[in-house]
């Protein structure tokens, strides 16, 4: 493999992880203060409707954008009003609003736009455009490191740069901060943070809300930076890979963002080199297309048990009287 190839894999990994990372992300602050959000696919399926159906109706990208994340953290509210206020079952929860995003965004995509649940493609100012670093096009032709930096690292969307900043902010808000730490605490001993005074609901709600933020990111990085409108489904189990691969890091954001960006190497993998032979015998296209999936099913089966959530997670709270 040359450099040019194996740029361009990096290239389409790196794209293909920013919707896993902002969606782990996002699974990372809820269930640290104990909400388990099996949700996190409907809110990056429904931040994605909306924020090209707005997009294609207003023309501007950052409406579309506000549209996505507004509408994520109605559904995350959902959530939370569910398993937060009246202390239901948060994986039945999530479920259910997988189910109602799916179903959703099709009829509301055939009711306004009549071409079977998509939108109109986007183009121009409705999507957001690769944005060139500085000095990117004077280094090209510096060997190696040039290639690097004006193949690898220019030329992505500003979401993609927001996410992966998104890491090292994320990792100093959990574990630098007093709201990190009272956040973390509710994740596992809620009694005690409620004996000390704090709101465990309101830290509960904030986490969620920040998780819809998140998602809706993902979700209008997915219809409006990686493709140029909605089609039905496009989250394509990314919300699942992403608790994958939260599962897979310990609820750690720099581990989170190796595991996603794996992940996103694996897709870029199976769409870049379909057609590969090992020992004379030929790999089918499905399987390479899988890889990011059949991951997934490994790492849930021989992790699930080394990793360990936060201990109050998935219980709702109830207050001592």
Same mark, same amino acid.
């Given at each position: ?12 990994? &790196?794209? @293909? ?17 104990? =909400? ?9 399926? *429904? ?6 159906? %707005? ?15 507004? $509408? /994520?953290? #109605? ?26 995003? $799916? ?29 060139? @670093? ?19 690292? /220019?030329?992505?969307? =500003? ?11 994320? !990792? !100093? ?19 005690? %943070? ?5 709101? #465990? ?7 969620? +809300?920040?998780?819809? &933020? ?12 990686? /493709? ?6 496009? /989250? ?12 897979? $890091? ?25 057609? +590969? ?7 089918? *296209? ?10 997934? #099913?490994? =790492?849930?089966?021989?992790? %699930? ?12 709270? &109830?207050?001592?009287?």
């Amino acid at each position: 493999m040359d450099l040019a190839m194996l740029l361009q894999l990096l290239d389409s990994s &790196v794209r @293909l992880a920013t919707p896993l990372l902002l969606a782990c992300l996002a699974g990372l602050f809820s269930e640290r203060a104990g =909400i388990f959000d099996i949700g996190l696919e409907g809110k990056i399926l *429904v931040s994605a409707f909306f924020s090209a159906a %707005v997009a294609a109706f207003t023309g501007s990208v950052w409406i579309g954008l506000l549209a996505g994340i507004g $509408s /994520s953290i #109605v559904f995350a509210l959902l959530h939370g009003l569910a398993s937060i206020t009246f202390r239901g079952n948060q994986l039945i929860s999530g479920v259910a609003i997988n189910f109602l995003a $799916s179903g959703m965004t099709v009829v509301l995509g055939d009711s306004w736009f009549q071409i079977g649940g998509r939108t109109p493609q986007l183009e121009g100012h409705a999507r957001f455009q690769n944005l060139t @670093l500085p000095f990117a096009e004077q280094v090209r032709d510096v060997p190696v490191l040039g290639a690097i930096y004006h193949d690898l690292l /220019s030329g992505h969307s =500003i979401l993609v740069y927001v996410g992966f900043l998104l890491v090292p902010l994320t !990792w !100093w808000v959990l574990f630098r901060t007093r709201f990190g730490l009272r956040l973390r605490a509710v994740g596992e001993n809620p009694a005690a %943070v409620d004996t000390a005074g704090i709101s #465990v609901v309101r830290m509960r709600y904030t986490a969620v +809300i920040i998780c819809g &933020v998140l998602c809706g990111i993902a979700g209008a990085y997915l219809a409006t930076g990686l /493709s140029a409108g909605f089609v039905r489904e496009m /989250s394509a189990g990314r919300g699942f890979i992403a608790l994958a691969a939260l599962i897979f $890091s310990k609820w750690r954001p720099w581990y989170a963002l190796m595991a996603c960006f794996l992940f996103g190497l694996l897709d870029a993998t199976g769409s870049l080199f379909q057609n +590969i032979h090992v020992a004379g015998i030929s790999v089918p *296209v499905q399987f390479m297309q899988a890889l990011p999936y059949i991951l997934t #099913v490994v =790492i849930l089966a021989g992790f %699930v048990g080394k990793a360990i959530p936060p201990r109050a997670g998935g219980e709702p709270y &109830v207050k001592e009287r």
